[in-house]
């Protein structure tokens, strides 16, 4: 299984712009659709809505590829 990480830069990004964001889907119509298919878990359970909100810590798996949402280090260098 491929692993992403990827640096969340608000409080939460939604579940069909995650998939954009990294590459898993082309486009957001894509995204809403795969979602909708049934093929994307949140944290180990099916996820149907298409704009969850995902906050860090939390890891999506599509197709064999696991996201790690993390938090974005702040301006200053340090985490949070």
Same mark, same amino acid.
């Given at each position: 299984?491929?692993?992403?990480?990827?640096?969340?830069?608000?409080?939460?990004?939604? @579940?069909? +712009?995650?998939?954009?964001?990294?590459?898993?889907?082309?486009?957001?119509?894509? /995204?809403? =659709?795969?979602? #909708?298919? !049934?093929?994307?878990?949140?944290?180990?359970?099916?996820?149907?809505?298409?704009?969850?909100? @995902?906050? +860090?810590?939390?890891?999506?798996?599509?197709?064999?590829?696991?996201?790690?949402? /993390?938090? =974005?280090?702040? #301006?200053? !260098?340090?985490?949070?």
């Amino acid at each position: 299984m491929s692993a992403i990480e990827f640096a969340l830069r608000g409080d939460y990004i939604t @579940l069909d +712009a995650l998939l954009k964001a990294t590459g898993l889907a082309e486009s957001g119509g894509r /995204a809403k =659709a795969l979602v #909708a298919a !049934g093929l994307v878990q949140v944290d180990g359970q099916q996820e149907l809505r298409k704009t969850c909100k @995902l906050r +860090a810590g939390q890891v999506v798996v599509l197709a064999g590829t696991r996201i790690r949402i /993390a938090a =974005a280090p702040s #301006a200053n !260098g340090n985490p949070g």
